[in-house]
């Protein structure tokens, strides 16, 4: 029995004396996971920060001095980095995942601490070296946050020199800490289960962590082998991605290498990261959705199977990001099949949450709330995706603010909703108190609205033609006036819901020492995490004895027994108890 | 697993039954769980160079280092040598491992060491030849064939360069408390690595001593040729 050897193995556990072991060197996933959420969080707003930088530009041109052509396109490619790798993937898999996998399964902590420590303070070099770009000479790369050779490196890009290379590296250093992390997630849910806990027993929100653990593991090598190549041929000269050609009317050293096999690498990296950034994002928003509609997930078995089927077909959909860098015709059909095919399992799951709402008993709350505005979100992303999975429709479209309105509905907006359900959602297991509920409320709805008001008027530009990641539109012929005042409403949007995100953080804070004292169960979960014997759960989780596990997480409104909710810890003989 | 996918755990179940990991009839360490993971991600990182390889390989600048008379690797009696000594790197290592599962402690040291010894020698080895490669000419960046010649050689002696301290910490721990039984796993894990590192680098000895016939025989299987 392979679990007992690491979740109830006789080594002595010391409880950390030291502040500086306890809260900074910290073993502790707790810890690990509060830490990697503050720096996730702290790059994020930088991002935020960028954003609204870059929509000032766009809803009101030539109106702010400091942005100049360069420094736009360096925002717009330190939002999309930052956003996509160092704050989503950071947060719900560093963040989030730590902080779950232990608890949901029954482990007193991840099964290899001192790797686990390790894996944050990597990161945090990862973050600090990206940051770091911004004060070097000649600023951050502004290739566009896919960056693209040849222009990523050659003069002429701001950020060709140090700006780049400090992202590359910044990447290899993430990836490193990622491995690490991933290595431990994955482990410590195969290995360090406790007695009872099936795979199939597994709250939703592991399922989701785990595939996109794997996921993580294996798509973040593309990146890394790019990232070397890529840093190579800035370096020393050698010609893996860089053609031939003239740069500044200079012939340059390059022979004939190929830009395209970049995009091939980077994307065989940037589709499975759009679902290990999702998978987790699906997994929570099912266990938020059935703990507040007091009704168990519609579909379990399916919902698992699903994540996996999503999770092996985002390894062969990704040259539908590159149908406009020329293709056989024939693999832009095979893309195009694959691509739609996985809209299939996805909308198994958005049904599935849809029919778990259905006559449950639902809750209003904050993280119920987020949850609901997710399936809206993701919804209307999805759709979007569609569009864009054709060849014939997506090459009209591609380049145009129809895709920055896609990929925000689908990958922006839509995690970062299941993102703030999660917060809501387990504040009171991390601290023992609630966030403040009216707070709560009107950040939701200001977020929801708003991001309908910012991304839904996008679509209608990209139908328009309006082209993204320009500077400046200028006088052109075919976008007509009104698109003007309509940039200039989403800037307005924009910057409101920017703004909103500071009721968020007054919250957080205010609510950490003022908040109401919450319950051990405040919202009468079933899963694992809420059955600590303290709340906050201390060191090692479990006090004495782990818990045994007897039955799934979602054992909600079971009829015949008088309480609406059966933990999985408790067994046959306390249920019998219950009923009247 | 696919038992594992096809339970249905929101009938009634016998409460008898505990679960967990106890259906896995072996029980596998987490450490070697970790290292087949990470066997998986470093196999996928050579995959992926091998395959832009294959792809950059047609490309009309390519000019191989092997298939004509006058190409360094056409004749790489070095790389054999180089890969003699590996392979006596990964047999110590294996022996060392047989030795520590009969309790034999001398054997046992005498194995890490040899283990060690030829790694390092390996790697001194490839340098001597990434010099004598610079020094007739073949420069990083002046052919992409040369610039994966390096590639290839410094990633596969980076990760051996991990295999190698990582056998040193265990090698240390030995020094220090000297429990066999304990260490027995560890080295075993060393050795499973190393032995996959030996594999690789099988495999990039063939894909770089190959002619250029074999890239293009290789390219048009993946669809590469232009």
Known sequence: MAHVAIADQEQEFHEPATFITKYIWSQDHKVIAIQYSITAIFVGLVALVLSGMMRLQLGFPDSFNFIDPSAYLQFVTMHGMIMVIYLLTALLL????????PLMIGARDMVFPYLNMLSYWTYLLSVILLLASFFVVGGPTGAGWTLYPPQAILSGTPGAGAGITLMLLSLGVFIVAFTMGGLNYVTTVLQARTKGMTLMRMPLSVWGIFTASILGLLAFPALLVSAIMMLLDQQVGTSFFMPALLSLGEQTDYTGGSPILFQHLFWFFGHPE???VALPAFGIVSDVIATHARKNIFGYRMMVWAIVIIGGLSFIVWAHHMYVSGMNPYFGFFFATTTLIIAVPTAIKVYNWVLTLWQGNIHLRVPMLFSIGFIFTFTHGGLTGLFLGNVVV????????FVVGHFHMVMGVSPIMVLYAAIYHWFPLVTGRYLHTGLGKLHFWLTFLGTYAIYLPMHYLGFLGVPRRYY???????????AEPLN???TVAAIIVGAVQIIFIVNLIWSLSKGRKSEPNPWGATSLEWQTPEIPPKHLNWGEKLPVVHRWAYDYSVPGVSQDFIPQNMSEAEVERLKT | MLRNLL???????PDNVVGGNAA??????????????FLAIVGVIFFLFTITFLSRSQYPDFQALAGQPWQPLSNPW????????LLLACASLQWAVSASGKDKADFTRMGIRFAQLFAILFIVAQYLLWQKLHGLGFFVASNPANSYFYLFTGIHALHLLGGIIALARVSLKFRQNGSLPKLAANISLCATYWHFLFVIWLLLFALLASSPETYRTLAAMCGFLR
């Open chain 1, 488 to 490: 200039a409403s989403i």
């Open chain 1, 274 to 276: 759009v679902y290990i």
């Open chain 2, 24 to 37: 896995v009839a072996v029980p596998t360490s987490a450490e070697r769980i970790a290292l087949r993971f």
């Open chain 2, 7 to 13: 339970e249905k755990p929101w009938l009634p179940q």
């Open chain 1, 394 to 401: 997506d090459l009209p479209l591609s380049d145009t603010y």
């Open chain 2, 78 to 85: 070095q790389l054999w040598l180089n890969t003699v000594c």
């Open chain 1, 472 to 482: 400046a539109m200028g006088s052109t012929d075919f976008i007509p006036d009104s």
């Open chain 1, 94 to 101: 560093g963040g989030f995942g730590n902080y779950l996998i």
